[in-house]
Each structure stands twice: as C-alpha cells, then as structure tokens.
C-alpha cells in the first residue's frame, strides 16, 4: 500500500515561527499540520531496517489521518531518505529543524546517523524518538529530549548472556566479532559482562569480515573447550562462514548472538539447512510465538492487518514493521494529551509508564529515556521464521 508522503512543506505565515534559540515554536492554528520529521535509510547498505520500518510508519500515520487526525489536525509525516550515510542525516536533521519547523524528529534508524543527528536535535530544542542500540546515544544530562524506544546495546548482551550461562549452563565460552566499529566494541563490551557472570572465556578475537574461511578460528575455539559460541556482527557473510564451518565440523556447539543470525541473508548464505540449527538470535518477546506457537494478541491482530492490507513480509521481520507503527502512534497520543510545544511532548514522555506499543511497551522518567523493558529483550530460534516472527528459544518461561 502507499501513502502519500509530503518531501517539502513550503514555508507560510501558517507555519510555525522559529524563536531566536531555533526552538520550535507552540501550533499557531489549531488545523495546522503535526509535523513529524521521519528519518529512515531507505536506500544504502543499512536500509533494511529503514524499508521495513518505514511500511508500519507510513500506516499509522495513514489511519491516525483517515480517523480524522489529532484533534482534527493531520500528521505531515516529512521524509529525508539518509541513504545510510551519517553526513546526509545531519543536512537533513538541519533541515527538518530550520526549515521544516518539525515538531518532533522520529529517527534516525541506524546507530552511525543518529550518533551524528542526536547533538543537533538537542542544540535545536527538538524532541527526538530513536530505535538504535549504541548506549551512548541516551544522555538525559547531554540530551534531555531525546529517547529511546528499542534495546540498549547491554540489554541485547545481557539477554544473549543470561541464555548462555543461565538457560544453556553453558560456561566456557567463545566470542567473535568482524573488524567493523559495531563488533570490535561489542566483543570488548560483553566480555566483561560474561566473565561477571562466572563465564571462563575460551575464545576472544575479532576477523577480517571478508575472511573466506574462518575454520582456523572454530578449531581454536573448539581445542580450547567452548561450550557455546557467541558471535557479534551485522555482516551476514562472515555469520554464515561461522555456521557453514560449524557444520562442516561436525561441532553441535550452540550459537548464541545478534539478530542478523536469524535474517534471510544469512539463510541464503548457508551451505546446508541443517547448519541453522541450535542457532539463537536476539528478538523480543512481544514479536515471538510462544511455547504453543502463538503470537502475543496484539501482535497477532497487527499481522493479521497486514496481511489483509497486502503489506510485503516476505522480505523482513514483523518488529521492524512493528517498531515503525509505534513511533507514529506514540507522538500522535503524546499531542493529543500535552500539544506540540517541546515542552509538552517531552513532559508527557518522561511520565509514561507501561505504554502498550505491538512492538514493545515503554516506561520513561527524567532520569531514564531508555523505555523498553529488559524482559523483553529475549532469544528465538533463528530457524523458526513464520510469517515475519520466530518461535522463542527453548527455556523461558510461559
């Protein structure tokens, strides 16, 4: 389905007027359009999430708009395709801001644009709502009107190591990353949390990406006792070379990490079917079929929606569609409730409690703009993808 999307909103003596500070001024009209800046990559070598996440986005601000906007004003949802590039989402933060006189920015999706775009939005007094994992992105001290409504990069680690050690009673452990930015911190950051946990650490490295054969490197962890292996890193290539030599193998060791572990292009990579067993990728409860293979009601009611609504899953996952529905359908409840002054929009936001989004339900305070829940933040079968979800790993609980 598609929905119209305004890429220019021309500057009138309807639009908001820009304070002196830069800071968005209250609605001056009580029809005048919500401006919501919406920064996805929809094109680029991180656009997955963008393109999936942009589907649920475009859908909630098309029926918060057919049910007759927020108090009568319809949502102008701006885009600025960021092409995953870091620069290209600082020009358009600096445009949404000055120019677009946006009320709120939801975005950016990746980590690398919103390190770059979230100093800005707090030096232009503009509430943010992001879904990246960097922890660093969250400051309430540096950035007071920003937050989160996704995992913290230590709330994925801690979930994937309380699988290891807590539900597997696997100790001796193996941990691997590729050369990228994201691995090599993430292998140094859990580390330290699994040998807090009693973990002995049998294997610890990070390899070239483009490394064809990384059996050297299963040989070691294997010679050295590992019981479990955990790797870090969104490139799927090097995750189905790790799998692929496991399975060559013949080493039924457990594999426990990130989510691209579970993503078709990992699949499409692997050399037997089989190497996908005993395979568990992060997720989250919400988007999970349960022990009797059923979707939580809310997700199952919005899968049901897009499916009769024709909205394309063969290509990713029901979170990312779930993530984007709910970022929209927040900031719409937020203006109804506390108006679009910045003000109010941050105020109504640091006193949620328990809001119920399909993806995640969130909880903020003044001290703490990291709304999900860590018990939702769970492990699945990444062999177990229906219709955009997985089946949640053995061992937790109904």
Known sequence: MSVTRRKVLA???????????????PAIAANEPLRIGFLPALTGPSSSTGVAMNRGTELA???????????????????????????????????LTH?????????????????????LCARDGIPMIQPCWVDTLI???????????????????????????????KKKVAVIGDNAGYATATVAA??????????TIAYQGNVDAANPDLKPELL??????AEAIMPWSVNAGFLARILNARGA????????????????????????????????????KNCCYDGSGKLPEKAAAFREKLAKLKIDMSDTLLWWIAVGYDAPTLIAETVKAAGDTPKGITGYWNKLTNWGGIYASLTFTPEQHNGLPDAEVVMCQANSLKDGAFNIAPGYGA
């Open 61 to 95: 601000v098309k029926e918060i708009n057919d049910a007759g906007g927020i108090n009568g004003r319809k949502i102008e949802l701006i885009v600025r395709d960021t092409q995953s590039d870091a620069t290209k989402a600082v020009n358009a933060i600096a445009e």
């Open 220 to 225: 070691r962890m294997r010679d050295a006792g």
């Open 249 to 284: 193998m013949g080493w039924d060791v457990p594999v426990v990490g990130q989510t691209t572990l579970g993503s078709g292009q990992t699949k499409a990579l692997l050399e037997k079917p089989e190497n996908w067993e005993k395979v568990y990728s992060n997720n989250f």
């Open 11 to 25: 500057g009138s003596a309807a639009g908001a007027a820009s304070l002196a500070s830069g800071l968005a001024s």
């Open 99 to 119: 120019r677009q006189k946006v009320h709120v920015v939801w975005g950016p999706l990746n980590s690398g644009e919103t390190l770059a775009a979230t100093p």
């Open 190 to 199: 859990y580390v330290p949390l699994l040998k807090e946990k009693g973990a």
């Open 139 to 169: 400051d309430v001290k540096k950035y007071p009107m920003a937050f989160r409504n996704a995992p913290t990069n230590m709330q994925i680690g801690n979930a994937a190591n309380h699988y290891v050690m807590d539900v597997l009673k």
